[in-house]
């Protein structure tokens, strides 16, 4: 069905369902919301865009809606925070037709309803080309800031990193024979809402991995006044990840260093805190005095850390 | 400059200027904000598109800035709310420069400022057009709903219609030479917080025109339950809007009902309570019983209440 059959009201109809928290007083169908939230509150904004975030040829609806939501519940995740609310703003393009805003909403919504999300307002517009902009509002009793971290603290990563850019990688070569589970981890990244509070109870600092390692370390050390020390052989790559390097002639670590959107946290934490965490994570190096700087040994070689993906460097 | 030499957060630091809201507790810097509000917030999210909503060879970066922000600010005000933090996603395109950034961030200062808002927040990235979505967070002690209205009370509004439209159509027929007021309208179309809250104190129901006045005027009734009759020898047009018209042919009053984005506010309040209303408005007619229905009246004769611009309609 063409858009244009049901118009932008009709749309948002079809498209949004019924808020569920108490907290929200006004929802979808006035100039704003309105939210009674008696807390602090924390907010994060993210923008996807086709050709940039996402392809409508090599990904689907529901896995496009999935990872838009994702991304923007990752940034709560890394706050120590609880999502409560987000406001989806889309531009469509022409060829976008009804099914297709059904099936992405219909991904945002499984990523909602999994972590107590309402979707409860935003905007819907039109250009050349598919932007969603989505903003969550959560509540935090104790934020985990990027500021956190202390000189002699480990830094831990809760998962295998460079997947993303790895399945990225593999779609720009045309090469779709490559590791499914790497094209996967590009399309579907997800993120780590599940474990976020409970490593919040014990860490100094945390921010989640959207542009890879080594930019993520190097902002809690901008932000923290620290120095760090990241041991290339500890840092997790999953199996699929080597395959896909291998196919490729590329090195899996840069990918884990400057690849981004894995949406794995990273945190430092004091050793006696951690040692009472529960959840799985990797140490991968060990925040040091902002003197001694900031480096990544591998091969019993150190050399400074940098490569973090940035849109607009060339 | 081109981004490229200073990056994505070389630009980020650049553009963002201090915020000065005690409200804030986190602001730029860490992957969300955090804000302790202690009261009701109100969140409103606009996304502007290259193309669609603005052109950079018919406007300037400080305009869109500008417009950006007011389209925004109007939201809030048509809540009868308070706008306190800004949060800019921003997608920019090959082409744009430093220096239009500096400007598009000048032009959303300015209303900032003038609103007591911080940008407190966002996202920058990358693709094929220009793309702007701000999302703003203030409070409210008592919301003004788009369905507050009840049958019997005056539908006003607080200036002239049809501006905006008429300098998209000035622009659209390439007649620059058309007055001046009215393209300027369509361009930098500020917003009515000036009266909002003002207004607040008073009315049942309000809503801001960024439709047209029939397509906010239906939005009340279905929101409220009422019918409504508006008086098309009421409707505000500026002499500018009329000038426009007559160089073009057209009807200057389709383009109040339907035009769009003139952000002014259309309220409905009781009677005795206007009277006490100190800022200037405009009553265009009545709400009625929903059984009446919703009319336009034209030279004694009565037509359907009909004619909001949407996006996706054809």
Redesign the interface.
């Known amino acids: 069905m063409e858009?244009?059959e049901?118009?932008?009201?009709g749309?948002i109809d079809r498209l949004v369902r019924r808020a569920r928290r108490r907290e929200l007083?006004?929802g979808v169908?006035?100039?704003?919301?309105?939210?009674?939230?008696?807390e602090?509150?924390?907010?994060?904004?993210?923008?996807l865009?086709?050709?940039?975030?996402f392809r409508t040829d090599w990904s689907t609806p529901v896995r496009i809606g999935r990872k838009a939501m994702d991304s923007n519940v990752s940034?709560?995740a890394?706050?120590g925070?609880v999502p409560a609310?987000a406001?989806v703003?889309?531009?469509?393009r022409e060829g976008i037709d009804v099914e297709f805003m059904d099936l992405l909403y219909s991904g945002m919504y499984e990523v909602a309803k999994r972590y107590d999300i309402d979707i409860?307002?935003?905007?819907?517009?039109?250009?050349?080309?598919v932007?969603i902009?989505i903003?969550?509002?959560g509540t935090?009793e104790r934020?985990v800031?990027?500021?956190g971290a202390s000189p002699g603290q480990p830094i831990c990563v809760t998962g295998p990193l460079g997947g993303s850019r790895a399945g990225l990688e593999l779609l720009l070569a045309g090469r779709t024979d490559g590791p499914r589970e790497a094209i996967e981890k590009h399309l579907d990244p997800g993120c780590r809402m599940d474990v976020a509070l409970e490593i919040a109870s014990v860490a100094a600092s945390?921010?989640?991995v959207s542009d890879g390692l080594a930019s993520e370390v190097n902002h809690i050390c901008d932000?923290s006044g620290v120095g760090a020390e990241v041991d290339a052989s500890a840092v997790p790559l999953a199996p699929s990840t080597l395959a896909a390097a291998e196919l490729l002639g590329a090195d899996p670590l840069q990918w884990a260093l400057g690849g981004g959107e894995d949406f794995e946290l990273v945190f430092t934490a004091n050793e006696g805190r951690l040692a009472g965490l529960k959840v799985p994570y990797t140490v991968v190096g060990r925040t040091l005095p902002a003197s001694k700087g900031r480096w990544l040994v591998r091969d019993g070689k150190k050399k400074p850390l940098a490569g973090g993906f940035?849109?607009?460097?060339?």
Chains 1, 2 share one sequence.
């Not at 169908?29 to 008696?38: K, T, W």
């Not at 602090?40 to 923008?47: H, P």
């Not at 703003?89 to 469509?92: D, G, N, Q, R, T």
């Not at 940035?310 to 060339?314: A, G, I, M």
């Open positions: 858009i244009s049901i118009g932008e009201f749309l007083l006004v169908g006035d100039d704003a919301a309105v939210m009674d939230l008696r602090k509150i924390v907010l994060t904004t993210d923008m865009v086709e050709g940039d975030h940034d709560i890394a706050m925070a609310f406001f703003s889309i531009c469509l409860a307002g935003g905007d819907t517009t039109h250009g050349a080309i932007v902009n903003c969550i509002v935090v934020p800031l990027r500021s945390m921010i989640d932000m940035d849109h607009f460097r060339k």
